[in-house]
């Protein structure tokens, strides 16, 4: 059985066969998705997704989504984590962090914006005793610095791309990191190298749904100019994602299925 820790399923992508993509990600062992909000506009679609999914949830701002927020934002988010603090689907304070890849992100204006989204967001997460799923892209550093400054209960440093020192300073922190469809590139040499090396119970799966497809969905430029679509990501591919890190491993996929669930758990303690 596989937990998928984040997929964005309440995407419009998903919008003409969403029942379908539940049952595909059922039918080969796909027993949980955890469904992160990306802004205040979506905090009921996702929990009320996952409610009718059987999944889990979690409620954040995404650094994506910053520009536009606003401290009434905060403050619907500090509400929903109350009203919904029994709720056992809800996992985490997620998608929350810092994106250093986006030009128009970078400026000083933006970025402060960024960084204070996150330091925020991390303060309720505190408050309310949840751990975090983090947007890690170019940004370790800075997220590092956040959770020492205000440390919280652990969660999960998503789709990690860093270096050996980063992974490790995550890890000591409480965190698990997510790997997906990133890793299945022949390509991403310290990305599989990272995979490898890490202790197995730093790992958990995730497919970033519909986001980040594995090689096997993946169009070039020149194939999607010439008519091929770009395939779609969906949780029922993280199975054989899977079994790329299992094979990188060298373990079996049933091994890899116990321990990442296990770690999932560990994570995110209302998988339990």
């Known amino acids: 059985m596989w937990i998928d820790t984040h997929g964005h399923l309440d995407a419009a992508e998903f919008d003409a066969d969403r029942a379908a993509v539940h049952l595909r990600a059922r039918a080969v062992g796909v027993t949980t998705c955890v469904i992160p909000a990306v802004a205040a506009a979506n905090f009921d679609t996702v929990r009320l997704l996952a409610h009718a999914q059987q999944d889990a949830y979690a409620l954040g701002i995404h650094p994506l989504y910053t520009p536009q927020a606003t401290d009434v934002h905060l403050a619907q988010l500090d509400a929903a984590l109350h009203t919904h603090r029994h709720d056992m689907r809800l996992v985490a304070v997620g998608e929350i962090g810092i994106d250093g890849f986006v030009p128009e992100l970078n400026n000083s204006k933006a970025l402060a914006q960024q960084q204070r989204f996150y330091t925020a967001q991390l303060k309720l997460a505190q408050q ?145």
């Not at 310290?190 to 519909?210: G, H």
């Open 128 to 272: 309310h005793q949840l751990p975090v799923i983090l947007h890690v892209r170019r940004s370790a550093d800075l997220l590092l610095k956040g959770l020492r400054d205000t440390p919280v209960v652990g969660g999960i440093a998503h789709a990690f791309n860093g270096s050996l020192q980063q992974a490790q300073a995550f890890i000591a922190l409480g965190f698990k990191l997510g790997f997906g469809g990133a890793l299945t590139y022949d390509r991403a040499l310290q990305l599989r190298r990272l995979a490898t090396e890490l202790p197995l119970s730093a790992i958990v799966l995730e497919t970033d749904a519909p986001d980040i497809p594995p090689h096997w969905l993946y169009a070039t430029a020149e194939q999607r100019a010439a008519g091929h679509p770009q395939g779609r990501n969906e949780p029922a591919e993280l199975p054989r994602i899977a079994q790329v890190l299992a094979e990188l491993r060298g373990i079996s996929l049933d091994a890899l299925a116990a321990a990442t669930s296990a770690n999932a758990r560990v994570a995110l303690p209302r998988l339990q």
